[in-house]
Structure formats: C-alpha cells, structure tokens
C-alpha cells in the first residue's frame, strides 16, 4: 500500500444523520471511486470511548455507520475502509507520540478548554473535574490515525483544524528528533459543504437531539421534517431563503437551478407546509434505494464485517512495516 492522499474517519458514537450524510459521507463516497487517489475511511470507535460509555451502542454504531457508507455507495474495494481497533499499530503509535508531545500543547485543546470552561463557570472547586486522560490527549490519538499511513490531505470540519495544526507539530517534532518519517499533513476545509440545521434551527448533531437519522423509515422521515421550527409567516408571504432551516437543508440536496427556483418561490411566499411535503419528498426519493440497501446490510453484519476485515488487511500492508520504521528510529528493534 501507498501513502494516503485522503483519509478521514466517523466516530462511532450514535445513528449517521442527514448532517454526516451533506457534510462526510456524500463526499468520501466520491473521492472513494477515483482510482487515481488512495483514500482511507475509517470507523473512529477508540475515539467513541471518551464520550460513549454504553458497550452496545458502540457496537451498534460501528454497524450502523459502516452500512450507512456501503450502502450509498463507497467503493471499498478501491479505498481503504477499516475500523480503527482493527488496527493494534495505531495505539502503539498513540504511545510514542504522547511520550513526545508537549502537555503544553494538549493545554491548548478547544475541548479540552472548553470543559474546564465548563467546570469553572459551575463554580466547581477542581476545574479538571470529569476530565479523564481520554478528552485530554484525544488530539493524539487523532494524530496517531492520520501519521499512521502519512496522510498528505485531511478534510475536516472547522472545528478540526486546531487538531490538524496539532498533528502537523507532533509529526515536525518526531522527524526533527528522531527521523524524517511523516509527511506534515494539509487541512482541507470544504468551504462549500453545507452544515444542516436540525429540527431546532441549532447546528444538527446527535448532542441536542435535533438530528435527522439518515434511514428512518419513509414514515418517520416525513414526521420529522414535518416538525422543523419556522416562523409564523402565512402562505402567501414573502419569505426569506437565507433563513430557513428547510431551505437550508434543500439546497445541501438540491441542484443549483432547482435552488434558485426554489428561492424564488420563497420570495413570491410559499406554504410551510407545502416546503415541507416536497422537501420530504426529495430527500425520500434519494433515500430510496439506499436505504433497501441498508435494511438488508443491517440484517447481514458478517457481511460488513467481512468488509471491514479486509479493509484492515489492506491498511495493515502500510501500517506493520510503517510501525517498524518508527520503532527503528526511536531504538525500539531487535538487538542482534
């Protein structure tokens, strides 16, 4: 295996919604079938033990994703797709990553922080309370996943580029002290992917249950973009496209010439209830054929699994001679 022109990684911590689907899945599923590019996806479950504590959930996660991705489209015979505890080269990589990178740097952390935040804003007299080694050094470990194959691009979320600028100083420091053996990582940050709003006009995301699951069934789909919050303007009034959480979520779907005419409808006034009816049915008829795929993935896991395993065989090809080089360089290695 060749070094990862792309890599990027879901954690395994709830159901794929709709905001994985416009702003992860859709594209990875793209780069996955351009036999030019070497592309790694992976299923971040190390990851979900910093937040997730429930075993079960975990393991129904990891599925749910992993037919998520399968089933609108990834070509993993051309990609890389693998769970990331499949592995056992990258937390062995974590270790000799933490055993070089500054406390101060993880201090910096946005979670980390933002927890402290939390904690002194409560009034609580420990402002480290709660905070296991997990959150703390979460940043390495996200590090470790990309270093382990040299990754050369990484898209992310803007919330992610301050763990990308990390991982390019922990990558500089180990070639600086021991040997040039990573390539420094680029951050990419699709300007143009879309952020669904949830049913609350928030960002949607699994923490304020606001969230749209990707596979619902057609009934359920419906139900939930029935109840996204507008305003009280009536049928015939002009509305604005710009601050619609329904728009919002139809543009991410929809094509240029079917968002424009779509705004125009909303300036001429529009029904609520209409926006949503028809924005149901856009979405369902992408969703269609996907998700008879998903129900019957669902009901194979060794299928998945016998996916995932020989994604882990491939990712391994990289990762097990990779791993020697490194335990080379720091004297870790035979003594004869």
Known sequence: MKNADFLTGITTSGTPHLGNYVGAIRPAVETSKNKDLVSYYFLADYHSLIKNHDPGLRKQSALEISAAWIALGLDYDNCVFYRQSDIPEIPELTWILTCMTAKGLMNRAHAYKASVAENEKQGDKDPDKGITMGLFSYPILMAADILMFNAAKVPVGKDQVQHLEMTRDIAARFNHLYQKLFVLPQVVVDET?????????????KSYNNYIPLFDTQKRLRKLIMKIQTNSLGPDEPKDPNTCTLFSIYKAFASES????????????IAWGTMKQELFEYINDILEEPRKQYEELMKNPSDIDGILQKGAMKAREFSVPFLDKIRTAVGIHSLG
Do not use: I
Request: no cysteine; charged share 40%; hydrophobic share 30%.
């Open 258 to 269: 079917e968002t424009r005419e779509m705004a125009e409808r909303y300036r001429r006034g």
């Open 193 to 205: 992917t879309a952020v669904l709003s949830g049913l609350d006009g928030r960002k949607m995301s």
